[in-house]
């Protein structure tokens, strides 16, 4: 049973940071997405499961950094300069491949999600 474990959501004001981390119970190709009230659940980032490739949606291209530290079987999504846009439950969801990946059905596996308020 692949278990993920989110944290590190929170209030914070426009212009902001937070990270959030993924906790996984093995190695997998990691993604991150977001789904705000009302709105479908879309991509954020993604990681490849060696690490070496990285790719994120347009809306957070400069601002999120995506990263794995792989001795802790865990992801991080960096989130500088917050804008109340980014406000929504955040999941991480893990794939058994070893490519990257973007869209939520190639995921097999999703957290339970983190919530992320963004207030202006």
């Known amino acids: 049973q692949v278990q993920l474990v989110e944290s590190g959501g929170g209030l914070v004001q426009a212009g902001g940071s937070l990270r959030l981390s993924c906790a996984a119970s093995?190695?997998?190709?990691m993604g991150w997405f977001r789904q705000a009230p009302g709105k479908e659940r879309e991509f954020v980032a993604a990681?490849?499961?060696?690490?070496?490739?990285?790719t994120y949606a347009n809306s957070v291209k400069g601002r999120f950094g995506i990263s794995r530290d792989d001795a802790r079987n865990t992801v991080y999504l960096q989130m500088n300069s917050l804008k109340p846009d980014d406000t929504g439950v955040y999941y991480c969801?893990?794939?058994?491949?070893?490519?990257?990946?973007?869209?939520?059905?190639?995921?097999?596996?999703w957290g339970q999600g983190t919530q992320v308020t963004v207030s202006s």
């Open positions: 969801a893990a794939a058994s491949g070893r490519s990257w990946y973007t869209r939520p059905n190639e995921y097999q596996y």
């Open positions: 093995g190695r997998y190709a």
């Open positions: 990681i490849s499961w060696s690490g070496g490739v990285t």
